[in-house]
Each structure stands twice: as structure tokens, then as C-alpha cells.
């Protein structure tokens, strides 16, 4: 079961295709620890032998280490409510596997809530939006992309002894924006069957998939973007894994964006 999943996009220089840009899920609770005591701590996340995979976002075949590597933070706690900040890194990122690049310069900035225990069930109108940066297989030496979408989405619930289910309702606007030549997409999904889900305790994954070709300005049918999706309770995170969408040129966007899936009163 994956906890915590990392998303890295580099702008990418003197090479074909994003080879740079990697995912990395995490399974090991001990890989976070936080020293000191509140309001003030520092915390850490650092990469497991043991449960941890590091990926290519373009290729989940193509795996590599990150063991010993961590993300490190400051962390800010009032009440139950908890706000972090990067302070440092030593990751490294997927151009091969043996000369990989120290990603020594990181600027993240979130929250970590207590939500109870991950549910079996993510029903409900839900806000579901996510942003952060993207590029296509075009990029080299140029800035990255940028992709964002928000709407509404309700699930259908799960029955029991169920894992995968599908959408009642969508109603979601997604953009996408490229440096280059003006490479964009734009998609407004309608269709409740351009969801599918799963979902065990609390962890899972969501997929959008473009089931019309007029949802989208450029030609997407049976193009998607998977998610892996956190839930607890009325509370919920999505963090892009994967995507075959494609830009007005034709090429496959690569994203790395995050954000909320939770209800009115669970962000």
C-alpha cells in the first residue's frame, strides 16, 4: 500500500524525451520522522530499502535508487493542524541509472492533516483540483509547462468486497500550457465513464479518461491521466502517476501536479 507519493518534473535540456522526471512511491511508515517539539519541528522523509520504488514518470519499468536519499522540512503545528516547508534534499532524478543528478534545490509547501483512518468509501460531492508543472517530449531546452484543472466529481460507492468503482456525476475544466510555440489543451469532461477508481483503507488511484472527442479542443478519446488518491473520510489528495494526454502538437504530456479531493467541509 503506497502512503506518501513523490512527482518530480524537470525542465529538461539536451535530451529527446523527460527522462529526468520520476515518481517515487513510499510504503514504509518509519520513513518519516520529526525531531524537536512542536509548534516547531523539523521533519523528514528519507527513501526506504525496504517497500520504496522509484520510477520514470514515462516509463514505470525503468526503476532506480533512491535508498538513503530524503526530502527534509520544516514543520509548523497549531492545534491538530500541521504546515511544512522544504529545507533541503538529496534526492536524485531517473536520467540513468548510474549518474543520476542531485536534486539539491526543492521549494515545497503543504499541510499535514489528521483526517482518522483511511475509508473504504470517497462518496459525496467532491472538490477535485490539482496544478503544478508539465511538459511534452519537445521541451528540451526550454522552460516546462504548466497544468492545471479543478471541478466536481461524485463517486459511486463501493460495494462490499469491492475495489474499483465509477462516477455518478463530473464535472471537471483541464488546461494545460506549454513555453513552446503555444502547445496547449484545453478539456471540459462531462461524462461520469470518463471515471474509473480504486480504492483499499484509504489508498488507490484515480483515472480520467476523455470519453468524447468534444470535451477536448486537440483530439484526446481514450487518452488519460491517473492519479494516485488519498482518502480519509471526507478529506482526500490526488497526485498525478501517469498521463497519455497529448498537447496541440501531438506530443504526450508528462505532468507532476497535486491537489485536493475532499468534500466542502473536509479540505
Avoid at 24 to 48: E, H, K, M, R, Y
Avoid at 70 to 88: A, D, I, M, P
Avoid at 184 to 191: K, S, T, V, Y
Avoid at 242 to 258: F, H, W
Amino acid at each position: 500500500m503506497t502512503l506518501v507519493t513523490i512527482a518530480y518534473e524537470d525542465n529538461f535540456t539536451g535530451e529527446v524525451a523527460p527522462f529526468n522526471s520520476f515518481i517515487c512511491t513510499l510504503t514504509n511508515p518509519a520513513d518519516l520522522v520529526f525531531s524537536g517539539g512542536p509548534p516547531v519541528q523539523a521533519a523528514t522523509i528519507t527513501i526506504s530499502a525496504t517497500g520504496d520504488t522509484c520510477f520514470r514518470t514515462i516509463d514505470h519499468t525503468f526503476t532506480f535508487s533512491n535508498v538513503g536519499k530524503s526530502l527534509s522540512f520544516r514543520s509548523y503545528t497549531v492545534g491538530s493542524r500541521t504546515f511544512f516547508k522544504s529545507t533541503g534534499s538529496t534526492l536524485r532524478d531517473a536520467f540513468n541509472l548510474a549518474t543520476g543528478d542531485t536534486i539539491g534545490n526543492v521549494a515545497i509547501l503543504g499541510e499535514v492533516e489528521p483526517s482518522g483512518f483511511g475509508s473504504n468509501q470517497a462518496g459525496g460531492n467532491r472538490f477535485i483540483t490539482a496544478f503544478g508543472g508539465a511538459v511534452d517530449t519537445d521541451d528540451a531546452n526550454r522552460p516546462s509547462g504548466h497544468m492545471a484543472m479543478a471541478g466536481l466529481i461524485q463517486l459511486n460507492p463501493l460495494k462490499k468486497g469491492e475495489t474499483t468503482g465509477t462516477a455518478k456525476a463530473l464535472d471537471l475544466t483541464l488546461d494545460y500550457e506549454d513555453f513552446d510555440f503555444g502547445e496547449h489543451l484545453a478539456c471540459h469532461l462531462l461524462i461520469p465513464g470518463d471515471v474509473s477508481y480504486t480504492l483499499v483503507k484509504g489508498v488507490g488511484t484515480l483515472t480520467l479518461t476523455v470519453g468524447s472527442a468534444g470535451e477536448c479542443d486537440h483530439t484526446n478519446t481514450g487518452k488519460s491521466i491517473t492519479f494516485a488518491l488519498y482518502v480519509g473520510g471526507s478529506t482526500g489528495r490526488i497526485v498525478s502517476t501517469s498521463s497519455t494526454l497529448i498537447d496541440s502538437d501531438g506530443e504526450v504530456i508528462t505532468p507532476a501536479i497535486a491537489g485536493e479531493f475532499s468534500t466542502p467541509g473536509g479540505s
